[in-house]
């Protein structure tokens, strides 16, 4: 499984050609192989962003994280109790509650996280990224 940071959504469904090419080929492959995600909190963040007028996406919040979901294969993954749990234990990590538990989901599903945040990338944590 291949999950997508909040940052990479809005890269891969507004401007492509900010991504990197291991990225971008992640993407692909993942999209292909009906084995990408993202976070539900990464939906309410990029709702928040449209709210306070930070991202601009020419259609309202409801109907562009639509699209994106409808863009690709999206499995859009809940916070369970054991996400919650190791998100809590990551604060020495990042500060922001939103990124761990997109780095805790990434830990709890095994799975590889695209980001290009350099706070989780060099966490030391069991995360495979790719940036």
Known sequence: MVILDTNVLIFDALAPQRLSRAAHRAIEQANAEAALACCDISLWEIAMLIAKQRLDPGKDALSFLKLVLAARNFRVLAIVPE????????????????????AATAVFYDATLITRDKNLRDAGLSLNVVW
């Open 83 to 102: 996400i919650a749990k190791l998100s809590v234990r990551l604060e020495d990590v990042n500060p922001d509650p939103a990124d761990r538990i997109i």
